[in-house]
């Protein structure tokens, strides 16, 4: 036993109280035992290799960190040559290096943007490049002046016929490249989106690759102007990314760099669109936001990793005859606000396998010329993004506040897991496109058509618009169909109030307008109502591994009905359910939160996470956390002297000076 009452063997005993197999739950949570085996031996890589510490990254100036990630991403890539490492194991060893850099920008944007939108011949030329690191790419939409709305980017590419070549140029500061990862220290090319014009006419926003930087110094090449656009929130965090400022001014570049699979400007400047839709412009946006869905599940179970642990190790009060006190993970609040912040990570980690699955679906369709699945990829990559980082970003706050003050502090980890995660939430946007498809869909059932997918529901709005829950006890909400049930039954009924609001309002356009936040909360519902389902249909499988199945199914029940009870109000108004049946679906709630709690630390280990990936003394995995805290605390450069810097100058005088006075 440590000083002080740390108990380290706390969790061992923890551990010893779970009722299912834990490998067999890191098979559930990887996705395949192949899975855990290399996220495994990945993880162990990474923390066994010093060039990857990262336990001072918050004390270090930006400049120095800056340097850090440039230094592990070379030494990242040298092993991964090395080693001959896979495109899995290569990711893998990416994300647990976990330190933000360009090569998330190169992997994550720039290639999948020569993919998705340039040509056989463009993607032979510039791929090889990209995959030895020959060259380094960033994704240049963002400026100063548009985000969100990107066809009211300004910069522009004018062709030139006379010299076969486009000319880039920022007409306005507004035009400025604002943002992009990558661009403003590390990238030699950029695939910069601009709008074209030929022949005199605007065409709208097109995506080109463009050189920025000489590969023999670094230098900027003529005409480009490139910085770093300044320190972000939070110490460590977000600021080993060099997001940056790019200006052109009537910089050339030859035709064949405009990314043309989706239409093509010929020799003479005609604009041609070829028969693919010009939606694919955004197929980037589709695939970054599928990997960000898969990437919430991930801050959100370290986070809630950290929160477990360090709650069964901290003791409050409890005792009223000086006996041992409570581990706070023993109080009813406590367990309440962590376990369904603990389901919604094995939620969110479920959805996401689907959503690559959607996503390697809809990407196989597109190759056969089958565009009919893009808009639901796209209503559901967007969407489930929008609530899955949101949803993250709350989450890992809260398990800062649930560790009490220790959490507080950058040694618990969580002051730079959310720092980092949180710009999550507005990159990518963060408008649920989704409520848009929904108003479709809803006109298209009135006219009889029946949607598939996830709006497959949509067709059942006979049944879906009447129906009244049957559940007459708290066990009742045990029962998948009936969870489903009110989930469907809430998201269709929000969007067809809406969609009858907006057919009352005087122009369509105007009805968007003004029920926008109520489209806003239909969206919301639907998304929850994809993710619900997505876990009830994860439960169908065949989930090996004692007590395995049974733990997810009160994990699957404690999200749904931890959102039932959050959005009581949606369920009433629409008259879904019972006021009395809202009451029931709480109190199974407190049932299922005691019958996880002698589960929990093991829920939380079944992350498979290293200390070093966690990188937090209070979620260390054997449980010794007061003497890690305590030696953590004479790490920080305030300490390297006993008597601070600066005493001379302002402390000492002040003291005398008060001694003097207290003399007079
Ligand atoms: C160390 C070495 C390692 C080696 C490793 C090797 C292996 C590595 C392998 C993989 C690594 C992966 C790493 C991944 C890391 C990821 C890190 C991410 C970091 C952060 C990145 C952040 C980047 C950015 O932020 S880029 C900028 C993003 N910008 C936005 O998101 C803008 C948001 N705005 C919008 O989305 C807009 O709403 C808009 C652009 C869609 C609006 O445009 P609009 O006005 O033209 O559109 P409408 O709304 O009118 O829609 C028109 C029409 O189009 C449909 N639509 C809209 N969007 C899409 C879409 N995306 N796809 C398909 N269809 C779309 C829409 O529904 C409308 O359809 P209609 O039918 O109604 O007409
Ligand atoms: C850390 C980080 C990394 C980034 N990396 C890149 C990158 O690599 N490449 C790149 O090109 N960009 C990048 N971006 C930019 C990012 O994509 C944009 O910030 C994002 O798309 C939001 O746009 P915006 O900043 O213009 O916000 P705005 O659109 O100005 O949003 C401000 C507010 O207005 C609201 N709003 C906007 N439009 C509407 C609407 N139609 N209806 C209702 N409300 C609306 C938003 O919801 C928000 O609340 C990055 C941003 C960050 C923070």
Known sequence: MADGGGEPDQLAGERATAQFDVDGMKVAWAGSRHAVEVADRMARLVASDPVFRKDTRTMLSRKELFKDTLKKA????????????????????????????????????FVPAIKGQGTEEQQKKWLPMAYKFQIIGCYAQTELGHGSNVQGLETTATFDPSADEFVMHSPTLTSSKWWPGGLGKASTHAVVYARLITEGKDYGIHGFIVQLRSLDDHSPLPGVTLGDIGGKFGSGAYNSMDNGVLRFDHVRIPRDQMLMRLSQVTREGKYVHSDVPKQLLYGTMVYV????????????????????????????????????????????????????????????????????????????KLE????????EAHACTAGLKSVTTSATADAIEECRKLCGG??????????????????????EGDNVQVARFLMKTVAQVATGKQPVGTIA?????????????????AEDWLNPAAIKEVFEARALRMAVNCAQNISKAPSQEEGFSELSPDLLEAAVAHVQLIIVTKFIEKLQEDIPGPGVKEQLQKLCSIYAL???????????????????????????????????????VALVDAFDYTDHYLGSVLGRYDGDVYPALYEEAWKDPLNETVVPDGYQEHLRPLLKQQLKLSRL
């Not at 931890?562 to 008259?575: A, Q």
């Open 368 to 375: 056969a010329k089958d565009y009919s699945t893009l808009p």
């Open 562 to 600: 931890h959102l039932l009870h959050k959005h009581l109000g949606d369920f009433l108004s629409t008259g879904c359910i019972t006021a009395r049946q809202g009451a029931l679906a709480n109190e199974l709630l407190g049932k299922l939160y005691a019958q996880v709690r002698p589960n929990a």
């Open 74 to 109: 070379a030494h990242a890539w040298k092993r991964i040559v090395e080693l001959r490492l896979t495109e899995e194991e290569a990711n893998l060893l990416r994300l647990y290096v976990d330190q933000p850099g360009y090569v998330d920008l190169h992997w994550g944007m």
């Open 406 to 427: 220790h959490g507080y502090l950058n040694s618990s980890g969580l002051p730079e897991l959310f720092a980092v995660y949180v710009p999550a939430c507005t990159y």
């Open 457 to 473: 529901y949509m067709g059942n709005i006979q049944h879906l618009m009447q129906c009244k829950s049957a559940v007459n006890t």
């Open 289 to 364: 936001r599928q990997t960000i869905v898969a990437d919430a599940s991930k801050a959100l179970s370290r986070a809630v990793c950290i929160a477990v642990r360090y709650s069964a190790i901290r003791k409050q009060f409890g005792s009223q005859d000086g006996g041992p006190e409570t581990q706070v993970l023993n109080y009813k609040t406590q367990q309440s606000r962590l376990f369904p912040l603990l389901a919604s990570a094995y939620a969110y980690r479920f959805v996401g396998q689907w959503l690559k699955w959607l996503y390697t679906d809809v990407t196989q």
